[in-house]
């Protein structure tokens, strides 16, 4: 009862989410949420995407069906997800494989937003 009331507590200092979220990344709960935000994504249904384990996160990789990244289809990295307990927020990432580098396509205290962006994927950021 007491985790409770501490909770409680931490939202009404404006502390949403940091007591879960904080207490462990990557952590079950939140692998299955992204899991099941990848599940149900627009782009690219008919492939499965694995989401690993990453330092304070998870990192999203899946096969490249388009052929525009790899041409003979393997896996590619299309998301990087993290938490940063400093701030107590998310962070979404989409790769630039030209450049080979991750660059941040969002940013909220809350991990559901970031998912419902990579699920939607209007840009073809992720999954290009």
Aim: with cysteine.
């Amino acid at each position: 009862m007491a985790s409770a009331a501490a909770a409680v507590n931490a939202r009404a200092r404006g502390e949403r989410g940091r007591i879960a979220a904080a207490a462990s990344q990557p952590n079950e709960l939140d692998h299955r949420r992204i899991l099941r935000a990848v599940e149900g994504r627009r782009r690219y249904r008919y492939v499965t995407p694995r989401v690993l384990a990453a330092e304070n996160g998870y990192r999203i990789v899946s096969p490249n069906c388009s052929r525009n990244i790899d041409p003979g289809g393997g896996e590619i990295e299309v998301a990087l997800i993290r938490y940063t307990a400093a701030s107590g927020t998310w962070r979404l990432f989409y790769r630039d494989h030209a450049a080979r580098r991750w660059c941040m396509a969002g940013e909220a205290p809350r991990l559901a937003p970031l998912l419902a962006e990579l699920a939607e994927d209007e840009s073809r950021r992720f999954w290009p």
